[in-house]
């Protein structure tokens, strides 16, 4: 999706899911976005993401992307 001075590159997760990401977006957004290159740098972007990786804070779906661990939701009838 693009307009005049904006994109977003976005992709689907194996079930259709809109919530994922990867260091690989992250980092282009970061990279072309002057204010989020305010806040860290491309490599304090890759090591944050590698160590939530490595403390099990982001799961990799084993399809392409990552998505924030969340406790199950619980549902009532």
Do not use: C
């Not at 806040?39 to 993401?49: A, G």
């Not at 590698?50 to 009532?76: F, T």
């Amino acid at each position: 999706m693009a307009g005049s001075d904006w994109s977003v590159d976005f992709d689907f997760g194996d079930q259709g899911q809109i919530d994922g990401f990867d260091e690989w977006r992250l980092s282009i957004f970061l990279a072309e976005n002057p204010h989020a290159r305010s806040i860290m740098t491309v490599e304090q972007l890759r090591d944050s993401f590698r160590a939530s990786v490595a403390a099990g804070e982001i799961v990799y779906s084993g399809h392409h992307l990552y998505y924030l661990k969340r406790a199950p939701i619980a549902i009532s009838s």
